[in-house]
């Protein structure tokens, strides 16, 4: 009786064949700011004629790959509505990243799915976005990594220069992926997102790319998963376990409950000042409550180089918004600098040249926003503390 296990043998330098039953499967690893894998890719697509080509993009990825107005569609008032502006200026920042590493190799980023994808349909076969959408990835990699580790990484990324970009091994990264070289970087600090980011998508990756085989298929994916995904092709990943890497993880019980404990001891705190005849200082309390949210959330937003409405706006939010854990000053701030000051098609175009470099970020309209909402959430946190020692007096007497 023959095996019906595929054979995996190297076809090539960065291309394995994967025989099943009457099905091969080309999986080609490439490095996404390479000329020499766009080369491959369109080597082995001519080479095969496949009837299938995968890639590792997800729906989102490929229509702003083929979008070339992408950029006048989309809303940011919607996404500070729905608290994905950290996510959104993510995106930015590792495509930044990529783009800068993209001028040393002289290839654009994703320049060999762009050619798979035009091969593809020059040869009328199937297109599969193989990959997990990206907003869930990076949901999936925030909320599994520790409070901590994401503020640390943050300041690591955005204290990177060029010089950073200089020091990178440039060859070698003509091997490899350039964001999951950058992942692996970061891997020490960040087990939990290098999971996220690299071992999840492989399981993910070969599932897709499983499930959608034609009789011939070439699959272009980044080198770094390749080994992840041959280390699983004789694995089948269930529906239920698909629909769990597709799943963004809850908060946790005290994540949900912490938040509130604070805004409830400071309510708590004018409560009894009131109730047991401190009335003195329970006014002085909430003057002191306003006063530091008010003027540290404001010069927050006065650093950011806001607008001098979204410093008003500040001033006015920050007293009651530090009151309430659903939504922070930073969400009412960003929203008034983007209607007053609307982030232009070219603003989202330079940020990919200058997303790397946090001091041009000023003078970016939608960086800007993302510094409005950072500095003033900041200063209303700060005045949460500096506020401390005036309620305290409410226990005196």
Partial sequence: MKSTQ?????????????????????????????????????????ETQPDTVAVELDE???QNMINKNAFENIDIIKIIRE??????????????????????????????????????????????????NIGITLKRAYRSTPFLRKMKFLVGMLASSDGDIEAVDIEKLKERDAIDEMVSIFADELPE??????????????????KNLGKTTVAVVGAGHVPGMLERVNIKTS??????????????????????????????????????????????????????????????????????LTILTAIIASPFTSLNP???????????????????????????????????????RLTRVFLVFIFSSLGSSIGTFVALPALTKLFAG
């Fill in 193 to 210: 997102a290098k999971k996220v980011l690299i071992d999840e998508r492989d399981e993910y990756l070969i599932s897709e790319i499983l």
């Fill in 239 to 308: 529906e239920k376990r698909l629909a769990e890497l597709n799943k963004i993880p809850p908060k946790s019980k005290a994540g949900k409950v912490l938040p509130w404990i604070f805004p409830a001891i400071i309510l708590s705190l004018f409560v009894w000042g009131f109730a047991f005849g401190n009335t003195q200082y329970a006014v002085s309390g909430i003057k002191w409550w306003i006063l530091a949210h008010s003027v540290l959330a404001g010069l927050g937003a006065l650093l950011a180089l806001g607008h001098p």
């Fill in 60 to 62: 989102q990825r490929y």
């Fill in 6 to 46: 595929p054979k995996i043998k190297l076809y090539q330098d960065n291309v394995h064949l994967i025989t099943f039953p009457r099905k091969k499967l080309y999986l080609i690893g490439t490095a996404h700011v390479s000329q020499k894998s766009v080369k491959l890719v369109k080597e082995i697509i001519d």
């Fill in 83 to 132: 608290k994905q502006l950290f996510f959104f200026i993510g995106q930015f920042i590792l495509s930044s990243y990529q783009k800068k590493i993209s001028e040393k190799t002289k290839s654009k980023p994703g320049n060999e799915f762009f050619k798979a994808i035009k091969s593809a349909k020059k040869l009328k076969a199937n297109i599969v976005l193989a990959d997990r």
């Fill in 326 to 364: 659903t939504i922070g000053v930073g969400f009412f701030t960003a929203g008034v600098q983007t209607l007053l000051v609307r982030p232009r098609v070219k603003d989202f175009e330079k940020i990919r040249d200058s997303g790397f470099s946090f001091k041009k970020w000023w003078g970016n």
